[in-house]
């Protein structure tokens, strides 16, 4: 039992150190949340796709980045309410 | 299975490193320069460079210069630099998507980075956790702050031992849960311990509440992070909610310079904010003028401090997403120094949108641009005169500070430049839209033509391999074909040459000109022009020595004549002149060498040993700094050898060694360079032009004689003929090859390789140096006119040409039948050509139109949300080199492919299809309020061979048609998912 335990704590520990590990109850919203917040930080880590999107969107790089980052707050809404 | 390549292999190889700029910085990283004389360091792609700007004493040449370039062989993001205190020159700090901070110095003895450091804090690879997304470093050298875009924030400390060398720390991190990051700056604090301001939404609230309350709640904090140097660790010590729309910060001075604080930037507004001062709001200025909306918002997208800590005054420079640039200044109050009462914007100047903008301290402001060409514009005025355009003048006086509160908007009315002039284009190739190689000139090689570009300032290349000329003179000599050409000096000490000999076979004549403020042909001369010219030189003190097939005539300083007759029954067939050694050879393969005296007289050597061949080509080698007489010449047969002779007076003409060759001589030049990668060791190296269009290159061993290192390359169908050049733009020697083009060799100024680049030029003859008093460059034979030309940059190996465009390139296509090419251009959240007049119109603008449209071109297009600008254009690159014809699109609608299409119903004619997207929201979720995008195919009939466009059709789709292909004598196109062939009606 105590294995079990240790195994349960390690695993928070991950959980809060790596944003986005997985568990087994992972919901849907938890899931695509992470995909799309994973997403528009890969947008602006990679100038030149930035770049690239800016010219698609016909504005700067900064408004795109603001709108990559804004993105990240709530990019697939408000988790749907749990079932008590 | 036995047809298949078990082996296939691709090899890439990078013509043009990325000119797109992702972080720029100034430092003082060269040691021994003056703090005025700031470098910038700069990161492109996966490049670092080191440039400096080069200026001659009155600023009237100002240049660029590449100090030291590395491939970092990874994603750079963010570049800082910093002095720590006690050190020489400034550390240079680069973020990027190793998970590592790396610390590197510029080793001026090596020309090359140094790293210094190089700490683990997180993984690789560009992730929303792992710091390196933001860097900010503190203005006193004690620490940097590397930021992600989400929770982490680490700190190094750095410092300096007392062996001089750089400590770094370990990495404090100041992480907090479910915080993005919208980017961070340092505050100076003057020496008190550093902090970093960091824009902070935090989305745990907003997240867990399934009503949606809490996320139209949400705050964005400014957060200062303090680091403690004493307990070494990092603490959150402030924060206050700001605007929602904020994007940049900007530290304010601090300590004796100014109130600390931050400058906040939001959408059309500006905040000063500090823990211990009143805030400041200022709204940002929105441009006026019959075609901008008046109520558009505008964002600061980049900007720079200008300090003097000497005078404790400072002053912003911020550039918004339109190019417009604000010089922000802070007034104090009276009673508090560190209280500020007031900031004042001023309109400056608009440059290109930049990506960084730096200002350096020689008075330059370096623009990195977003798109296009960086630049470097030379700062006239400061902008400090209060009397100068007040009413682009605007003070923050009645300005609440509070976000929530409304406000005034300001205006005023963008100009051409006026406080600032251009010094130099930095040229560039990005954005890249779409490349396609072809060769519908007959060139030699095939070109790339390229779109390039956004807005009003893309561009149509062409792209050739080779350098450009810079044509001067271009003049016509007679209706003979000349072969050759001699450019002289009068004196051996004149600084400029005095006359040029032309040479023509087939005319059987010289011309002689005369080089001053003009060139003209001299009638009256003592030059032979009868016959023409194997040679001319100017050789001894002053003596003017003219080969020509019967014989060697001199004129000496004092205007004698002298004459050497050859040999009965013998002609000159190729002849070579130094200082002071001439060499001839004869029709019957003989020798004949010559020595001038200090009297100016040559005096021949009896003996006159025979070769075994032919003479074809020889060259006596040029005469070495501070000596008589060169060393050896190459003599070259049609035998297809070459043998190296002494030419020293104690052992003159002895063989020394022989070397075959693969086709005849046709030209040889003995030329001494500076070894490419030694520190000036001059090196005699032998230039051989062969007869199959070869180039060879040896170098003669000083000792034996002997030639070793031979590098081979064919240049073209024709012989190659040699003319040592000097080369004013690297100031070195060098050697034009001409073939079927001509080439230029030279050791390249920063990889210090010995290069051979084509010049973009026509066949040349032959090219000799030129210089006069208005100009250092060379001249030309090129078939029977005369060239006069400069080389102005040695450095790129690429040229191009380019025909501007009216808006974003997004297509291109070529006719097969010509050189004509057709370009679909569109400007999202534009307005249309029409919009804008029909705005004119009601607006009054009494401004003409051409006025408008040139001062369009400096502030660019005016622009609105959800409006389209788009054309489709008819570019011919090759003979008018510009647009031949424009078709404006009106109804929103936005060109976005465009292909020739032979069609098989029409007997293979070809037509142009332009496939379009109407009332297209990029970006924007779409909603039912929004109408769905249309999409249209346009049918162009072309006309005047290609050069005109005519509308024949246009089909409407369901939504934007983006891709089209010929297929099977049809229209092949997708809409939406679905795949449509079309054939041309009626």
């Known amino acids: 039992m105590a294995d079990k335990l240790r195994t349960q704590q390690q695993l928070e520990a991950l959980q809060n150190k790596y944003i986005g590990t997985g568990h087994a109850d992972t919901t849907k919203h938890e899931w695509t949340t992470n995909i799309a917040r994973d997403s528009y930080a890969s947008y602006q880590g990679h100038p030149p796709l930035l770049h690239y999107m800016s010219i698609g969107m016909g504005q700067g790089m900064e408004r795109t980045r603001m709108k990559c980052m804004e993105g990240m707050v709530l990019p697939c809404g408000p988790a749907p309410a749990t079932e008590e | 299975m036995s047809n298949v390549q078990q082996t296939q292999a691709f090899y890439s190889l990078t013509l043009e490193a990325p000119s797109a700029i992702t972080a720029v910085v100034t430092c ?88 210094v450091h190089l700490e683990t804090f997180g993984k690789s690879g560009v992730r929303r956790t792992v710091p390196g997304q933001y860097l900010a470093s503190d203005p006193r050298g004690r620490c940097c702050m590397l930021a992600s875009a989400e929770k982490n924030k680490v700190v190094y400390i750095v410092n300096r031992n007392s062996e001089a060398e750089i400590v770094i720390s370990s990495p404090h991190e100041a992480n907090s849960w479910a915080n993005l990051c919208f980017g961070i700056c ?70 004796q310079d100014g109130p600390s604080g931050v400058l906040v930037c939001c959408e059309d507004r500006i905040y000063y904010r500090h823990d211990k001062t009143a805030p400041l709001c200022i709204p940002i200025p929105r441009r006026k003028g019959s075609t901008e909306d008046p109520n558009r918002k505008r964002i600061i997208v980049a900007g720079c401090l200008h300090l003097s800590k000497a005078r404790h005054e400072f002053f912003f420079l911020l550039q918004t997403e339109d190019g417009d640039v604000f010089k922000l200044t802070m007034e104090m109050s009276e009673e508090a120094k560190a209280q500020p009462e007031r900031m004042v914007v001023k309109y400056y100047d608009t440059f290109p949108v930049a990506k960084q903008m730096l200002l350096i301290r020689k008075g330059y402001i370096y623009v990195a641009a977003e798109n296009g060409n960086s630049k470097i514009y030379h700062v006239n005025d400061l902008a400090d005169d209060p009397e100068v355009e007040p009413h682009n003048t605007f003070k923050s006086d009645d300005v609440s500070p509070d976000p929530t509160e409304t406000y005034k908007p300001t205006y005023f009315t963008p100009r051409h430049l006026n406080f600032t002039s251009l010094a130099v284009d930095i040229p560039s190739l990005h954005p890249l839209m779409r490349t396609h190689v072809a060769n519908p000139a007959n060139e030699d ?49 004149d600084e400029y040459h005095s006359y040029l000999l032309i040479s023509s076979v087939h005319g059987g004549k010289t011309i002689v000109l005369s080089i001053g403020d003009e060139v003209e042909t001299i009638d009256d001369t003592s030059f032979l022009t009868k016959w023409p010219t194997v040679t001319a030189a100017q050789m001894g003190d002053d003596t003017l020595v003219q080969v020509h097939a019967r014989g060697v005539h001199s004129i000496l300083g004092s205007g004698a004549v002298n004459a050497w007759p050859s040999p009965a029954n013998r002609t000159i067939t190729a002849a070579s002149a130094n200082d002071r050694q001439l060499l001839l050879g004869l029709s019957s393969a003989e020798l004949a060498f010559f020595f001038m005296g200090d009297d100016g007289v040559l005096n021949q050597l009896e ?7 032919k003479i074809t080509a020889l060259s006596v080698g040029q005469t070495p700094k501070g000596q008589q007489q060169a060393k050896y010449a190459v003599v070259g047969c049609d035998d297809c050898t070459i043998r190296v002779l002494s030419i020293e007076l104690d052992s003159p003409l002895e063989a020394r060694s022989v070397q075959a060759l693969s086709a005849v001589p046709t030209s040889i030049e003995v030329v001494e360079m500076v070894e490419p990668g030694s520190s000036g060791t001059v090196v005699s190296y032998v230039h051989i032009g062969l007869e199959s269009g070869l180039y060879l290159r040896a170098i003669i061993d000083e000792v034996t004689g002997e030639l070793g290192e031979v590098r081979t390359k064919f240049l073209g169908a024709r012989p190659t003929r040699l003319f040592p050049v000097s080369i004013s733009a690297s100031q070195q020697q060098g050697i034009l090859a001409c073939s079927t083009k001509p080439w230029l060799g030279y050791n390249h100024p920063g990889s210090s390789i010995y290069t051979l680049t084509p010049l973009v030029a026509a066949t040349m ?46 297509a291109m296509t070529r006719n097969p039948w010509n050189s004509m090419w057709y370009v679909a251009q569109s400007d999202g959240n534009t307005l249309s050509q029409a919009t804008k007049d029909d705005l ?22 005016s622009r609105s949300t959800g409006h389209w ?18 078709i404006e699109l009106a109804d929103n609608e936005a060109a976005l492919c465009c292909e020739v299409i032979p069609f098989a119903s029409r007997e293979w004619e070809v037509y142009l299809a332009v496939g379009t997207g109407q009332h297209m929201m990029p970006g924007v979720a779409p909603t039912a309020a929004t109408e769905a995008p249309k999409g249209f195919v346009h049918i162009y009939k072309l006309t005047e061979s290609g050069r005109q466009m005519e509308l024949m059709h246009k089909t409407a789709f369901a939504s934007p048609v983006y891709a089209l292909h010929p297929f099977q004598g049809r229209l092949a196109l997708g809409v939406g998912p679905e795949l449509f062939v079309y054939d041309l009606g009626m």
Request: net charge negative; with cysteine.
């Open chain 2, 840 to 861: 004119r119109a009601k607006a009054g603008d009494a401004v003409p139109a051409e006025e408008f449209a040139e001062l369009e071109k400096h502030i660019g297009l």
């Open chain 2, 607 to 613: 003996d006159m040993p025979e070769m075994s061949g």
């Open chain 2, 445 to 493: 090689a095939p070109q790339i033509y390229a779109i390039q570009g956004t807005g009003n300032r893309s561009v149509f290349k062409t792209i050739r391999h080779g350098l450009e000329i810079q044509e001067i003179v271009n003049t016509a000599l007679g209706d003979f074909p000349c072969d050759n050409l001699w450019s002289l000096k009068h004196r051996s000490s």
């Open chain 2, 186 to 255: 340092a505050l100076d604090t003057g020496w008190e311990h550093p902090v970093f301001a960091a824009l902070e939404v935090d989305y745990n609230d907003a997240e867990n509440d399934p009503t949606g309350e809490m996320y139209s709640r949400r705050e964005k904090l400014l957060v200062y992070y303090t680091v403690d140097l004493g307990l070494n660790h990092v603490v959150k010590s402030w924060s206050d909610t700001v605007d929602y729309s904020a994007n940049m910060l900007f530290g304010v001075p601090g300590g």
């Open chain 2, 869 to 886: 600008a788009s054309c489709i254009q008819a570019i011919d690159p090759v003979e008018a080199k510009a647009a031949t014809s424009t």
């Open chain 2, 28 to 115: 003082n990283s060269i040691p021994g320069l003056k703090n005025q004389d700031q470098q910038i360091f700069e990161a492109r792609g996966q490049r670092i460079y080191l440039h400096r700007i080069i200026e001659n004493e009155d600023r009237t040449e100002v240049s660029l210069s590449t100090v030291c370039e590395q491939n970092v062989f990874g994603i750079i993001r963010g570049v800082t630099s910093f002095r720590i205190p006690g050190t020489a020159t400034d550390q240079l700090v680069i973020a990027s998507d190793s998970g590592r901070v790396a610390m590197v110095n510029y080793d001026a003895e090596k020309k090359q980075f140094k790293r």
């Open chain 2, 765 to 810: 003859e032959a090219a000799r140096p030129f210089n006069s008093e208005h100009l250092d460059g060379l001249c030309a034979i090129q078939g029977g006119n005369l060239l006069i030309f400069g080389i102005p940059k040695v450095d790129g190996r690429l040229s191009a040409s380019e025909v501007a465009l009216q808006y974003t390139p997004r």
